[in-house]
């Protein structure tokens, strides 16, 4: 047994590796920043109420908030990315008890771009990636032996992923589909296991309603766009780098090269309409990084092509790196993430004076993170525009404290003097 289980740990601490290097070399963007001021603050005043089981576990893991910095907000991100590769890795050695393609699974999910992007990123993608990865290694597990411990355990790793990560729940027909079409005489227990999936939904469809604003600047899928959702899988948000594309096709080309591949591919399609479905209605879903979800099923599935074979599956690997290596090199190269928050807090810090204000939702968080002594309150009114709009009523004068090619920074300040 210990001879099939050393890829494992070769996966983990490779994981490891990719994951945290370079992980403080972008400051937060926009969705870290609030990120970062939830977990700072009393989590009632977060932006995004459906993500704040995340932003508990944050508080926790910083020590209850009180080592709040870039890296202590990524790092679990980047931890759990690392420990879904490592369950990839372990749930293709129960599918075919090779350690070529446990090695070879566990890489082909550490070399995508989509995971190290949002390894390094203060958002619950890396606690979805990692749920489905267990759920993955437990399904299999269950093929091969079914009990009520494991099922149970099935069932509690789907729910607890979906309350820390909503997406989670899209993960759920593709492993349906996988139990179908290997055990079908498995079906109805993986239902009665999953009765849970109704009252959660009903609340999922009530809260998609009331909070679709927070969503508003996704558009519903076209029936074109479907196309997208497999180059997705493994490429997150940042397909469009150079090599990206590439690495995704060939991963899915990997998958319909053997028949157990295939009926994995036809679960990740599952998986994918009801994510499409999904958000056809009043909140949106359809964005590169929800489709994290699917990478454990899709790295495993390509996996299957080589089991027998180190010099095949050591070529194929080599080759992947070089396609996924100009996208790493990006990810991790300092300014890619756009504005320098650090930079603009910096710049304005010397320009605030008591009593001074700022409707920019996104200075006031850039303030809050990177310059915590300084006070310049968030100007709250009915009138506040969305997050990108600088400086509207009820300022009753600004002054423009500085900005990029992007935007314009002002603070409100209604006696100016010059």
Request: charge should be positive; aromatic fraction near 12%.
């Amino acid at each position: 047994m210990a001879r099939t289980r050393w890829p494992i740990a070769v996966v983990f601490v490779a994981g490891l590796v990719s994951n945290f290097r370079g992980i403080d070399n972008q400051d937060l963007w926009y969705d870290e920043l609030e990120t970062a001021y939830a977990v700072s603050t009393q989590l009632g005043q977060a932006l995004d109420p459906y993500t704040t089981p995340y932003y508990f576990i944050l508080q926790i893991l910083t020590l209850n908030s009180s080592v709040v910095t870039d890296v202590t907000l990524r790092g679990p991100s980047a931890f759990a990315m690392t420990l879904a590769a490592t369950f990839v890795a372990a749930a293709t050695r129960i599918a075919t008890k090779s350690p070529i393609a446990s090695l070879t699974a566990g890489f082909f999910f550490i070399l995508s771009p989509g995971a190290l992007r949002l390894a390094q990123e203060a958002r619950p993608y890396g606690f979805a990636a990692l749920g489905s990865a267990i759920a993955l290694f437990l399904t299999l597990r269950i093929l091969r032996r079914s009990t009520p411990k494991l099922w149970l355990a099935l069932s509690l790793t789907v729910l607890i992923s979906t309350v820390i990560a909503p997406i989670v729940v899209f993960y759920i027909p593709t492993l349906l589909v996988i139990v179908v079409l290997t055990k079908r005489d498995l079906a109805l227990r993986f239902l009665a296991y999953f009765f849970w999936v109704v009252p959660v939904g009903i609340v999922g469809l009530w809260a998609s309603t009331r909070y679709s604003d927070l969503r508003s600047w996704l558009d519903p899928p076209t029936a074109i766009g479907f196309r997208d959702a497999l180059i997705w899988i493994s490429t997150s948000d940042v397909f469009g780098l150079y090599g990206a594309t590439a690495f995704a096709l060939a991963i899915v080309a990997l998958t319909l090269t053997t028949r157990e591949g295939f009926r994995a591919f036809v679960a990740l399609l599952a998986g994918t309409a009801l994510l499409w479905l999904g958000s056809l209605g009043p909140m949106s879903f359809w964005t590169g990084r929800t489709f994290i979800i699917f990478l454990p099923v899709l790295a495993m599935a390509a996996s299957l092509a080589f089991t027998t074979s180190w010099v095949r599956s050591l070529a194929v690997l080599i080759l992947l790196a070089i396609f996924a290596q100009p996208s790493h090199a990006y990810l991790r190269e300092a300014g890619n993430r756009g504005t320098s928050w650090q930079s603009v807090s910096s710049d304005v810090s010397p320009l605030v004076r008591p009593g001074d204000r700022t409707a920019d939702r996104l200075l006031f968080l850039a303030v809050h993170h990177y310059q915590p002594d300084l006070v310049l309150p968030l100007v709250e009114s009915s009138l506040a525009p969305d997050i990108w709009t600088t400086a509207p009523p009820p300022c009753t004068a600004k002054i423009e404290v500085g900005g990029t090619s992007e935007l314009q920074y002002f603070i409100c300040r209604d006696s100016i003097v010059n």
